[in-house]
């Protein structure tokens, strides 16, 4: 495998032991309400991906199994977001997620993870082909299907929340509000699962800054004022791991090129 880009902020303040990985694991995974792994390889991996240590989380997990399909799901998955600059190379880590988290789901169907982790990479897979290239593929269905088993396995899952309330935005912003709802997608559930997701995780820069995209493509500019202000608070947090500085520094981004 081609050697992965390095994370490119400091990441000192990032690297956790198992002692204090534990200590603070309800925090980290408040987002994904991942369980604590037993397996000592798996919490190797995941201190690898706190660290930014993408590639070393990937193939650490990978090699754990179990659990550990989970830490290389999210390791692979972020790094293309945020990291992979090459839109073939993003593409194909995206599909080959969603390929693992598919397999995982057969494995273990009742890991909320696994469900999570095949929706997050379609819809990203998604917005890099077009959402609407994407909806005429048939993924919306497989998109917004994954996502509701992942909250009916994990009620508190805030990262669901907020895909499922990106998925309703995204198809009412690019195909209008009548043809969303042959997709399933309604402004009123989209508001409301970003609402959930700030609820269950309120510290979280990437619900802020998820809910603030939106909010303006479900009602338009006259949301813009409460958008900056989430995009504000998302940029004013401090990172408990590299996942949490890539999406502070992407709301920094985002309010400096206005």
């Known amino acids: 495998m081609a050697k992965w880009t390095a994370f490119p902020y400091d990441n000192a303040g990032l690297v956790y032991t198992p002692a204090t990985l534990k200590k603070h694991w309800s925090r980290l995974h408040a987002g994904d309400a991942e369980p604590w792994p037993q397996d000592k390889a798996v919490q190797q991996a995941w201190i690898h991906f706190h660290a930014g240590e993408f590639q070393a989380a990937f193939d650490a997990g990978l090699a754990a199994g179990g659990a550990g399909v989970t830490v290389a799901n999210k390791a692979q998955a972020i790094y293309a977001t945020y990291v992979e600059k090459k839109e073939k190379t993003k593409l194909e880590m995206f599909l080959s997620v969603a390929e693992r988290a598919q397999a995982q789901q057969a494995e ?3 890991c909320a993870n696994a469900w999570y982790w095949q929706a997050y990479a379609l819809g990203r897979y998604g917005q ?3 959402v609407t290239q994407a909806l ?3 993924l919306g269905g497989k998109i917004k299907q994954a996502l509701e088993r992942t909250i009916a396995l994990a009620p508190k899952h805030a990262d669901a929340h907020i895909a499922l309330g990106t998925f309703h935005a995204e198809v009412i912003d690019k195909v209008g509000k009548l043809l969303g709802k042959t997709q399933g997608a309604d402004t009123a559930t989209g508001l409301r699962m970003f609402e959930q997701a700030l609820k269950l995780n309120p510290g979280s820069a990437i619900a802020m800054i998820e809910r603030a995209n939106g909010l ?4 338009g500019d006259k ?3 409460e958008a900056e202000k989430l995009y504000e608070a ?3 947090r401090e990172p408990m791991d590299a996942m949490e500085l890539l999406d502070i520094e992407l709301a920094r981004a985002e309010l400096a090129d206005e």
């Open 234 to 236: 998302a940029a004013a």
């Open 136 to 138: 005429a593929q048939g």
């Open 108 to 110: 273990a169907p009742d």
């Open 223 to 225: 949301r813009l004022p």
């Open 216 to 219: 303006v493509m479900l009602e």
């Open 128 to 130: 890099g082909i077009s």
